[in-house]
């Protein structure tokens, strides 16, 4: 039982490029989200998925996209990547809240740089 | 979602107990208090939750006050490897699809010293 896991863990990318971070849980969770974490800041809500084939904007949506094909997996694109973006990603995952917690379950987190 | 209030930082003396305070004034009837910390820019961890009353598990207890605008998590014997970051986080039950909108302030940095 791996829980959340992120893929890339590093990456440096050059103005303009694209790029897509996955994010895979083996938890069957319905929901997943994209937060990013900028130096001495909390984290920022991206997108999130209450379901496979849904996804809805979080606090700071611009510049990405997101994709859930697969009920285990959630993936996010920057198509044009731009050095604001330059943070560190973390992929969460839970269960609706009523039965369960709602507790939040985070992946190790992906540090991408854009020069 | 209401917000709330954390001191920046607090040091904790190790095996003693470390009270972290979280002011949330303006909190409605339908928003628990959630507790996550961070260490070390590791991916945030789930401590504990509550809605009215004090909630206690094998981490932490979370004591809110009887009118719910403020809480203080309670790590009883504070270990050099609670030293993480700790957000306080309230959040609207069922809030249908956007029920998982945490919204992380910055925190309290708390340092447990030997």
């Known amino acids: 039982n791996a829980g959340v896991t992120q893929t890339p863990k590093f990456r440096v990318l050059k103005t303009g490029q694209s790029m897509t971070l996955l994010c895979a849980q083996d938890?069957?969770?319905?929901?997943m989200y994209w937060y990013r974490q900028d130096p001495g800041m909390g984290l920022r809500l991206i997108h999130y998925s209450v379901g496979e084939g849904t996804t809805a904007k979080g606090e700071v949506p611009d510049g990405y996209n997101v994709s859930r094909l697969k009920k285990q997996n959630f993936l996010l694109g920057l198509e044009s990547a731009a050095p604001s973006q330059t943070s560190v990603y973390f992929c969460?995952?839970?269960?609706?809240?009523?039965?369960?917690?709602?507790?939040?379950?985070f992946g190790e987190g992906s540090r991408l740089t854009v020069l | 979602d209401a917000k709330t209030t954390q001191p920046p930082s607090m040091d904790c003396a190790e095996g003693r107990a470390a009270n972290l305070p979280c002011n949330h004034s303006?909190?409605?009837?339908?928003?628990?208090v959630y507790w996550y910390r961070q260490i070390h820019s590791q991916g945030p961890q789930y401590i504990i939750h509550?809605?009215?009353n004090n909630e206690t598990n094998e981490m932490a207890s979370l004591i809110i006050t009887e009118d719910r605008k403020s809480s203080t998590l309670i790590l009883p014997h504070a270990t050099l490897r609670d030293t993480a970051v700790y957000y306080c986080i309230v959040r609207v039950k069922n809030y249908g699809g956007s029920q998982g909108n945490l919204i992380f302030g910055k925190g309290t940095k708390l340092s447990v010293k030997p």
């Open positions: 938890m069957n969770h319905e929901y």
């Open positions: 303006t909190i409605s009837g339908n928003e628990y």
């Open positions: 969460a995952s839970s269960q609706p809240q009523g039965r369960y917690t709602g507790e939040l379950f």
């Open positions: 509550g809605l009215k």
